[in-house]
């Protein structure tokens, strides 16, 4: 089981970004799966996952109705893009993966899922 992420830069407030996280050994649908972030001297949190059974998205409150979680089957691949970026938004962000059968309210913390990719940077300059 493999995560490569990949797509962060620097961009300015307001701005965009399209995050990729491309599996490999797995089939995204089958596990659960999201976005994490870890700004400078802060814990790493969950910004956004799948649903593995409902494929629902699911978005933390400081992002919802800037970012979108979204999965192409084809490519095995899963994305986030990221609209009206802002600079407290800068972090590094990682994709993980979990088999484990959790609850909702588990699927935010880092500490249920075994597969991460390795992070790419996002800034954003104000």
């Known amino acids: 089981v493999q995560l490569q992420a990949y797509g962060g830069g620097l961009v300015q407030a307001g701005g965009s970004l399209r995050l990729s996280c491309a599996a490999s050994?797995?089939?995204?649908?089958?596990?659960?799966v999201g976005w994490f972030r870890q700004a400078p001297g802060k814990e790493r949190e969950g910004v956004s996952c799948?649903?593995?059974?409902?494929?629902?998205?699911y978005y933390a409150d400081s992002v919802k109705g800037r970012f979108t979680i979204s999965r192409d089957r084809a490519k095995n691949t899963m994305y986030l893009q990221m609209n009206r970026l802002r600079p407290e938004d800068t972090a590094v962000y990682y994709c993980a993966a979990t088999q484990r059968q959790i609850i909702f309210s588990q699927m935010w913390s880092e500490e249920e899922y075994d597969n991460w990719g390795q992070g790419t940077q996002v800034t954003v300059s104000s």
């Open positions: 050994g797995f089939t995204l649908g089958t596990y659960i």
């Open positions: 799948f649903s593995k059974d409902s494929g629902k998205p």
